[in-house]
């Protein structure tokens, strides 16, 4: 008991993000960004990135929530996939089965320093690769942001960036199609597309994907952002859930106000869907 007016004990700091490699036989290490709660972890969560550019464009808000989700008992790990940011590798070593088994080393990791049972928070393409693991895992709980619902349509836009870089030469933009990027894939020819080699190996993966097929076999907040929170989901995304709830699986929607920084050229932020994924993973303990 506290003597009258002595004052209450500070709470304890906020430990600062601890940086590692984590060693993956046969392929180097992967780089790893640990934020520990500041006391025992109450819940855990694997932080798997979006693709290509989208991953810079997004670690700002990435390191926000962390923080944001630390603060309130969660552990927190982030791994920068192979081929990606700090880790061993170049993209164009990256395969979608190589990125399955980091994520997979990445909660091996946090279930042992935490003690609980990792969830998978993704951003776009890694809500994608989250989903696709998550039942191998024996996922506790995921957290998706503006999910990819097709591999296949999110692979064209990436190739469409390529025909925009082309428009600067017409002769070379009166040759280039998306049907011609993708046959040179198919012939087994790698793209550089927008600074990064795609690998045919990947774009292959890519096209395998669908979000209708990989309903969540647990407990699922799904966030989009939009420039007003009273908007409704998504047409697309609406068909993904009803299919989702149809094959039993139990999912939360929630529309968020906010930019969608994954794609700005300059580093935006949303504190609004900080918020509310650390509100989610409050209600999520409490049940």
């Known amino acids: 008991m506290i003597p009258?007016?002595?004052a209450a004990p500070a709470a304890p700091a906020l430990p600062p993000p601890a940086p590692f490699f984590l060693p993956i036989a046969g392929q180097g290490a992967r780089f790893c960004l640990y934020h520990a709660p500041a006391g025992p972890a109450s819940a855990a969560l694997v932080y798997v990135h979006p693709f290509a550019e989208e991953m810079n464009r997004s670690r700002r808000m990435a390191a926000l929530a962390a923080r944001a989700l630390a603060a309130q008992g969660?552990?927190?790990?982030q791994i920068d996939l192979l081929g990606c940011g700090d880790s061993s590798g170049d993209f164009s070593d990256a395969r979608w089965e190589w990125w399955r088994a980091d994520v997979a080393h990445a909660v091996s990791w946090l279930r042992e320093r935490s003690g609980q049972a990792p969830g998978l928070w993704g951003l776009r393409m890694g809500a994608l690769l989250a989903l696709d693991c998550a039942r191998e895992f024996a996922c506790s709980r995921l957290l998706l942001w503006q999910p990819v619902h097709s591999g296949a349509a999110y692979l064209t836009q990436f190739l469409r960036l390529q025909l925009a870089a082309d428009m600067l030469d017409q002769q070379q933009a009166a040759r280039t199609t998306t049907a011609a990027l993708r046959a040179s894939l198919r012939d087994g020819t790698p793209l550089e597309i927008a600074g990064y080699t795609l690998a045919p190996a990947m774009a292959d993966a890519l096209d395998a994907l669908d979000s209708k097929q990989l309903a969540p076999p647990c407990a699922?907040?799904?966030?989009?952002?939009?420039?007003?929170?009273?908007?409704?989901l998504t047409p697309a995304s609406n068909a993904v859930l009803q299919t989702w709830r149809q094959q039993g699986a139990s999912?939360?929607?929630?529309?968020v106000a906010g930019l969608q920084f994954w794609g700005t050229q300059e580093v935006?932020?949303?504190?609004?869907?900080v918020g509310a994924t650390v509100a989610a993973m409050g209600a999520r303990h409490a049940q």
């Open 74 to 77: 969660v552990a927190v790990l």
């Open 268 to 273: 935006t932020t949303s504190s609004a869907l």
């Open 251 to 255: 999912v939360q929607a929630q529309v």
């Open 220 to 232: 699922t907040h799904w966030f989009e952002l939009a420039a007003d929170a009273s908007r409704p």
């Open 4 to 6: 009258s007016g002595a």
